[in-house]
């Protein structure tokens, strides 16, 4: 079945400390990816997405994921995080075909420590 | 833009009530979709629609309704409430990136308590 794991449930950083947010999918064929980030108390915000090229892909904010297509992966990075990135964030994959729906992960809540 | 609009943000109700979660987008977006995240399990897909008058089921269909008449709005209906129900509904919206599989829009959500 298809799926998307994403193994941090739970991660706490301190400021300025590096982030690196682990997802899998479970399909082998042409995916779209994205990761999604949703502050308390708000709704779910893009925060940057791969359909093709470059594996490396740069989203808002300073964030950056990396597709490995041999490892199934798309991991979410950020050199340095600030306390205004506690959230939630979700790694989501469309699996293609005509519905274009998403498959999220069950998310991973950031908190920075000041 | 508007982008996606839900009401209402919040709502209590009873076991055995019955009420609408409403979605309107002002995108023009063929695709619609209603989730509904609980803690710890991510988004789960309830229902979606990939134009007006066509709808289809997602992973937890059961106690839920749908309909889209048009391709602005996708209301959402719970006939017979049960605690099991008591959640966070997101609506989305979102048309075909060039790539094939677009981004979603998500409105702001309706957390909807059930006792």
Known sequence: ?114 | NAGVTQTPKFRILKIGQSMTLQCTQDMNHNYMYWYRQDPGMGLKLIYYSVGAGITDKGEVPNGYNVSRSTTEDFPLRLELAAPSQTSVYFCASSTRDRGGGGELFFGEGSRLTVL
């Open chain 1, 1 to 114: 079945a298809q799926s998307v794991s994403q193994h941090n449930h739970h991660v706490i950083l301190s400021e300025a400390a590096s982030l690196e947010l682990g997802c899998n999918y479970s399909y082998g064929g042409t995916v779209n990816l994205f990761w999604y980030v949703q502050y308390p108390g708000q709704h779910l915000q893009l925060l940057l997405k791969y359909f093709s090229g470059d594996p490396l892909v740069k989203g808002i904010k300073g964030f950056e994921a990396e597709f490995i297509k041999s490892k199934f992966s798309f991991n979410l990075r950020k050199p340095s995080v600030q306390w205004s990135d506690t959230a939630e964030y979700f790694c989501a994959v469309n699996y293609g075909g005509a519905t274009n729906k998403l498959i999220f992960g069950t998310g991973t809540l950031l908190a920075v420590q000041p």
